[in-house]
C-alpha cells in the first residue's frame, strides 16, 4: 500500500494520450457527483454543466473521430466553476475541485496543459484529504489511513494498472469507466445517481 501512495503522482505522470485523459475522466466520474449535489444544496442554475461536458469528453475517447469544441467547453466550465465568496458551505470546495479538474482533463485535451492528468490525480486525493479534516473525520497525522483516503489511492492504482496494461483504446474506457463507478460513489463517499453517471 505505501508504495502507491508515494508513487502514484509519478505514474500518473508517465501517461500519454488517450490513456492520460481516460485516466482524468475516470476519476472526474468520482468527482462531477460532488458538484451535482453543491448544486441542488446551493440552487444552483446549470447544474449539469459538468456532466454534459465530461459525457463530450468519454465521447471523444470512445469516438476518436468526433469534432467537439473543447475550447467552448472550457470556457463553459469556467462560468460555472462556483466562487466560495458566494458561498458559506464546505461542499463548495469539492465543487470548485470538480469544476477545476474538469477544466484540466479539458485543456489536457486542447493539448495546453500535457500534466492535466497529474493536476486531476491530486485534486481527487486532496478533496478527499479536506473533507475528512473538515468533518473532523481524521487529522494531519493519520488522514492517509482513513478508509475513505486509502480507498481513493487504491481506485488511482487500480485505473493505472489497467490502463498500463491496455491496448484497445475503445473498450479500455468503457472498462475504466466502469472500474470507477464499481462501487457506486463518489470519492467523498456519496452515492452517485446512477442516470446521471450512464446519460
Not at 8 to 21: C, D, M, Q, S
Not at 43 to 51: Q, T
Not at 59 to 82: D, R, Y
Not at 86 to 99: C, E, L, R
Amino acid at each position: 500500500m505505501m508504495s502507491n501512495k508515494l508513487n502514484t503522482f509519478a505514474r500518473v505522470r508517465e501517461l500519454e494520450g488517450w490513456k492520460a485523459v481516460a485516466f482524468s475522466a475516470a476519476l472526474l466520474e468520482r468527482m462531477v457527483p460532488n458538484y451535482e449535489l453543491f448544486c441542488a444544496a446551493a440552487n444552483v442554475e446549470d447544474d449539469n454543466v459538468l456532466r454534459k461536458c465530461l459525457n463530450l469528453i468519454w465521447e471523444s475517447l470512445l469516438s476518436p473521430k468526433s469534432k467537439i469544441n473543447f475550447s467552448l467547453q472550457l470556457e463553459k466550465v469556467e462560468e460555472a466553476t462556483p466562487d466560495t465568496a458566494d458561498h458559506d458551505s464546505f461542499g463548495v470546495y469539492p465543487a470548485i475541485d470538480a469544476a477545476i479538474g474538469v477544466a484540466a482533463c479539458l485543456n489536457l485535451l486542447l493539448k495546453q496543459d500535457m500534466q492535466g492528468a497529474v493536476v486531476i490525480s491530486k485534486l481527487s486525493q486532496g478533496s478527499v484529504e479536506n473533507y475528512l479534516l473538515a468533518m473532523g473525520e481524521a487529522n494531519e497525522d493519520n488522514v492517509r489511513a482513513h478508509p475513505l483516503m486509502e480507498f481513493e489511492i487504491e481506485v488511482q492504482a487500480q485505473l493505472l494498472d489497467y490502463l498500463n496494461r491496455a491496448s484497445h483504446q475503445k473498450d479500455a474506457c468503457k472498462q475504466v469507466k466502469e472500474l470507477a463507478l464499481e462501487e457506486g460513489i463518489s470519492n467523498l463517499g456519496i452515492v452517485i445517481d446512477d442516470e446521471a453517471a450512464n446519460s
